[in-house]
């Protein structure tokens, strides 16, 4: 059983009934526990450790919850169950709230209806680092194997766990200059856990705003939950046709974001966290470094060049992105992926305050959102981005990267190969600034492909060039 559990890059995820049944999940349970014990055995804080425990809208959400708090009580472990579904940034906001010693969010985030998953979140409110869920792992192989601790008798400490966060991101946003400026707006929270503080928050504002797929669906409507151009569609359809000045997108467990222009267009995190880098540069005054992850847009770097500030790259994955923010004054970090927070909150990534930091922008600019974006491009010149997700066996897999680490092409595309870094995967700048990496999924027969240049084509020869590396047509 311990080899079926293997925390990925936010926790460990597997389909319902499959691998992720009670009887696993209990086992993840004891070991996040015994963790929890022996960091706090280790610390000078005194008394029993304490844990949140939160879930969203998946299928047995709840359910599942209560087997996890049941487990943490029988292994001395106190905790609190929420008592409804919640983000996951407000399951880790939580932890401060109630001076915690971490959390567990039951969530499988942007994956499929019939995946579910487990995630600790650690008493800094954050992603857990690698350090951390190797210990995990570890303790997965000591408790395995042995006889559930947790009793169906015993009590579960339900409460709303939602009322702090939702104070401390009113203090985050200007609901003033929104409620001012009359946007009218579209939520889309895709089915997700998200649905109900979004609006909340939305009513706040005082703005015109429409929430569509806001009632709990553990199918999520039948796709994905994720805020990808695609699954916005009815979102952009709604922006299109009401004249609305945005439109919000969330996925699942609402710390990912998509955003829909006044024009249609849609806006995924490389450019959505450029402009709140502006915004927050130009509007807030403030000043701190810039944290993005290896696959995330090089317009970041250009602004910075512009207003002097530090650009730290990452390897993949929010955890790299929190752990700088722990250590360093940070305006803004955020990954390609869709997720991004800003100084002040907590180090995890926060779909919810991103979409009401761009109703923000936009009703302090005064300006279309479609507008706002081009002149960015404008100002910095054009960034077009796209990712491939190309089958790969493990054989091949590995001699493609014993051959790049060790003889990377001099040329790629047509163009001379500047840099190559070996940060997390393979990334090789060219030398007009497009840049292409290529990341082994370590979870999937898959080789995964980043590109971004200035033009589409370019952007047809990087893709070209990135196939005739892999071999494939």
């Given at each position: 059983m311990g080899s079926d559990i293997r925390f990925g890059t936010d926790g460990w995820r597997a389909i319902i009934a499959d691998t992720f049944t009670f009887k696993n999940v209990g086992t993840v349970a004891r070991a996040i526990a015994e963790h929890v014990k022996k960091d706090r055995s280790s610390s000078s804080t005194k008394g029993p450790p304490s844990l949140i425990v939160g879930y969203d809208n998946r299928f047995l959400g709840r359910e599942f919850a209560d087997h996890v708090a049941r487990e943490f009580m029988s292994s001395?472990?106190?905790?609190?169950?929420?008592?409804?579904?919640?983000?996951?940034?407000?399951?880790?906001?939580?932890?401060?709230?109630f001076n915690s010693d971490g959390a567990v969010m039951l969530t499988a985030s942007h994956n499929p209806y019939y995946y579910g998953g487990i995630k600790f979140i650690p008493h800094y409110a954050g992603p857990a680092t690698e350090e951390i869920t190797k210990k995990i792992e570890q303790h997965i192989s000591d408790v395995k194997g042995g006889p559930e601790s947790g009793s169906k008798n015993r009590t579960i400490d339900a409460q709303d766990i939602t009322r702090g966060y939702k104070e401390h991101i009113r203090s985050m946003i200007d609901t003033g200059m929104i409620r001012g400026s009359g946007l009218r707006i579209a939520c889309d929270p895709l089915y997700g856990a998200g649905a109900d503080i979004m609006e909340e928050l939305l009513k706040d504002t005082g703005c015109d705003y429409l929430m569509i797929h806001k009632?709990?669906?553990v199918l999520f409507g039948g796709g994905l939950p994720d805020p990808s151009q695609e699954r916005l569609k009815e979102l952009q359809e709604n922006v299109v046709r009401d004249k609305r000045d945005v439109g919000l997108g969330l996925d699942g467990d609402a710390d990912r974001i998509g955003i829909i222009a006044d024009d249609g267009g849609y806006l995924g995190a490389n450019q959505v966290i450029a402009l709140l880098l502006l915004h927050l540069i130009k509007n807030r005054g403030?000043?701190?470094?810039?944290?993005?992850?290896?696959?995330t847009t090089h317009l970041l770097d250009a602004v910075c060049r512009k207003y002097g500030l530090e650009l730290i790259e990452t390897p993949v994955g929010f955890k790299h992105v929190g752990h700088m923010m722990l250590e360093r004054e940070?305006?803004?970090?955020?990954?390609?992926?869709?997720?991004?927070?800003?100084?002040?909150?907590?180090?995890?990534?926060?779909?919810?305050?991103?979409?009401?930091?761009?109703?923000?922008?936009?009703a302090v600019e005064k300006k279309p959102l479609s507008k706002l974006m081009d002149a960015v491009y404008g100002e910095f010149g054009d960034y077009l981005n796209m990712r491939l997700d190309i089958e790969c066996p493990e054989e091949t897999k590995r001699g493609l990267f014993e051959e790049l680490n060790t003889k990377p092409p001099a040329m790629l595309a047509g163009r001379e190969v500047k840099s190559v870094s070996y940060k997390d995967g393979v990334k090789m700048v060219l030398d007009d600034g497009s840049w292409i990496l290529i990341r082994p999924s370590g979870t999937e027969p898959l080789v995964r492909i980043y590109l971004e240049t200035s033009t589409d084509k370019g952007l047809y020869d990087l893709k070209k060039g990135?196939?005739?590396l892999l071999h494939v047509p």
């Open positions: 001395d472990v106190r905790c609190i169950v929420s008592d409804r579904p919640v983000p996951t940034p407000t399951t880790a906001y939580a932890i401060k709230e009632n709990k669906d403030l000043k701190g470094a810039v944290v993005r992850t290896v696959a940070v305006i803004i970090g955020g990954e390609e992926s869709g997720g991004m927070s800003i100084g002040g909150h907590i180090p995890e990534k926060d779909g919810i305050l991103a979409d009401l930091l761009v109703c923000e922008m936009i990135a196939k005739e």
